[in-house]
């Protein structure tokens, strides 16, 4: 029998879903919450790469996407340039930083770098809370106004959609080509062992330091298109851990190490956190994290591979009851 | 003079970091693992000796006794759950396990406590004495002094008696320690048992001393990262001296520099080990 769906119609569907979404569903509740989305799938599939297919699992990614998000603002504050010039900037920033942290803790085991990237993350939170340049607490404003159409700053939320849709077909492509090249097949060596690895000739230092720049240039992408629509930004929304919880939870629920599973954990997480905020109110937000909380939890102790690897569990015996009946 | 009061202050709290910092060395050297609610356990800790000092009007042993018994048992059950299951599984269910375990703990304090800070009722340990020309609050003096003794215990638990030797039988080697008798299961929830207890002690003589929110817990998590990263993985006596010393830089940095910088310091040395010296001051990779 052939495959319940094959991988061409799996890939073709959900783009056109994807792509047809704002003009089905066009009213603003639905365009915010699918702009939420593609943002959550960008960030959560740029972890993936270091956190997925490496399985070196940083608790503290905010600081990429925070970088991500203060430069454009930054550039725009001191010199007047528009946002979107900061993006570059913000990238070789991020790479640096990724070097900075990845250099000396994969030289260890992959506890260390877990508590690296959240002390470093936490560092970075409290020096730019006080630090005046970049306004300290309160954070930086974008342009009110745009002076152009290179400012990026819409009314609609149309365009945005579709530039974040943009990123995240990048992201997804170059994860499909990693995936499929020798350095997606060393990234899956180390994660399985990294003894095992090494022995086999895999330069396994240099691997996962390419897998978390690479990463962390995409978290900043997601950080700088974050803050161009949102047009202002704090040290907490930047940096905070919690930035860096969702990016981990919505790949680990999805299927963290597979090209999917941050859309497939970003699809049910999103909607899931605008209910329990609308539900709850504002001033229950800890509520939502509760739950974040809990389905963490329940992933680690019950389905590690995520809901993509249940699928794969689940999906034959449906099939073969299906062909029975 | 003035000198002199921040460094006594600051290694009187160090004296608590290193208790709490204990437990958590105390879990990496028999498992390889990782608590990342760690600091979640202390912050439970003090708010149970606020509840029994508010509806059981316990005094100090009762309610420093409370928080021990009680981490203990949550200790033990954490492990029971949901550590037996994970530290066998990928290295990603390990890290998730505790990292969610803290967000749920930490959040679930929040909804119940509120983000207010609170402290224990004056009445407890109240006072302060004038010590060689230093007025030292009797409260922190007490709370540093009975944590040093209890880091002092565990370390000579685990060097000296039959139990200690068990559990760094287990820490060893798990398959020899079987063979030898030893039910590692059981070694490893009691370890769970009493690094969660420390942790929870810990929270009841901060209580004492400080006031404190829900939120407390992820700074204590990341006090207990760097001591440990100081004193070196799994060592009892190294986060000893580490916690000492970390608590004095936090005094001294957040005289010197002010309030907010005493964080940045501390989290700046802890990159600056990872880079030079990763095995921390007593340990060994």
Request: proline share 4%; no cysteine; glycine share 12%.
């Amino acid at each position: 029998m052939k495959p319940f769906l094959s991988s061409r119609v799996s890939v073709v569907l959900p783009a056109a879903a994807l792509l047809l979404y704002p003009l089905i569903l066009s009213g603003p509740f639905y365009l915010d919450i699918g702009v939420t989305f593609l943002l959550a799938a960008i960030s959560a599939s740029a972890w993936n790469i270091v956190g997925g297919y490496a399985g070196q699992v940083s608790v503290g990614h905010s600081m990429f996407f925070g970088i991500g998000a203060y430069m454009p603002l930054l550039v725009y504050t001191l010199w007047g340039w528009p946002p979107i010039a900061g993006i570059p900037i913000a990238i070789v920033l991020a790479i640096g930083l990724a070097v900075i942290v990845g250099m000396p803790t994969f030289r260890l085991t992959g506890h260390y770098f877990s508590m690296a990237t959240i002390a470093v993350a936490e560092l970075i939170r409290i020096f730019v809370g006080t630090w005046d340049l970049v306004g300290a607490a309160i954070g930086l404003q974008g342009p009110a106004r745009a002076r152009g159409w290179w400012d990026l700053t819409f009314r609609s939320e149309i365009p945005y959609y579709y530039i974040f849709l943009a990123v995240l077909g990048i992201v997804l492509l170059t994860t499909a080509m990693i995936e499929r090249r020798r350095f997606g097949f060393y990234l899956r060596a180390i994660k399985a062992s990294e003894r095992a690895a090494r022995s086999l000739g895999v330069p396994v230092r240099q691997t996962k330091l390419q897998a978390l720049a690479l990463s962390a240039a995409f978290t900043a992408v997601a950080g700088s298109l974050y803050v161009i629509k949102t047009g202002f930004i704090d040290p907490d929304s930047a940096f905070g851990i919690l930035i860096s919880v969702q990016m981990l939870i919505i790949a680990a629920l999805g299927g963290a190490g597979t090209l999917f599973g941050p859309l497939v954990g970003a699809l049910i997480l999103i909607p899931l956190q605008t209910a329990t905020n609308s539900l709850f109110g504002g001033g229950g937000s800890g509520l939502t994290y509760i739950l974040y909380g809990g389905i963490i939890v329940f992933i680690a102790r019950f389905e590690p591979g995520g809901l993509f690897e249940l699928w794969q569990r689940v999906a034959p015996r449906l099939r073969k009851r299906l062909h029975a009946a | 003079m003035v000198a002199v009061q921040v460094v006594v202050g600051g290694l009187l709290l160090g004296a608590i970091y290193a208790l709490f910092s204990s437990g958590l060395t105390l879990i990496w050297g028999m498992m390889n693992f990782i608590n990342f609610a760690h600091g979640e356990f202390v912050m439970l800790g003090m708010y149970v000796a606020l509840l029994v000092v508010l509806w059981l009007h316990g005094g100090p042993p009762v309610f420093i006794a409370a928080a021990a018994l009680s981490l203990f048992v949550l200790g033990i059950g954490i492990y029971l759950s949901l550590i037996r299951h994970v530290i066998r599984g990928p290295m990603l269910a390990q890290i998730l396990s505790t990292f969610g375990l803290a967000l749920l703990l930490r959040y679930t304090a929040f909804f119940i406590f509120s983000a207010n800070f609170v402290s224990l009722p004056q009445t407890t340990l109240g006072g302060t004495i004038k010590l060689g020309g230093i007025f030292l609050p009797v409260a922190q003096l007490v709370a540093g002094a009975v944590a040093i003794v209890l880091t002092v215990s565990l370390h000579l638990l685990l060097t000296r008696t039959t139990i200690g030797s068990r559990l760094l039988a287990v820490a060893e080697d798990r398959a020899a320690a079987m063979l030898m008798g030893i039910k590692p299961d059981r070694m490893q929830a009691l370890a769970w048992g009493l690094s969660a207890g420390a942790a929870g002690i810990a929270g009841a003589l901060l209580a004492t001393a400080y006031p404190w929110s829900p939120s407390v817990g992820e700074t204590f998590g990341l006090v207990a990262f760097v001591v440990v990263a100081l004193g070196g993985f799994g060592s009892v006596l190294g986060s000893l001296y580490a916690g000492l010393i970390i608590g004095l830089i936090q005094a001294v940095s957040a005289y010197w520099l002010g309030p907010i910088y005493k964080d940045i310091v501390v989290y700046g040395l802890f990159v600056a080990l990872l880079w030079l010296r990763p095995q921390g001051l007593m340990g060994k990779v």
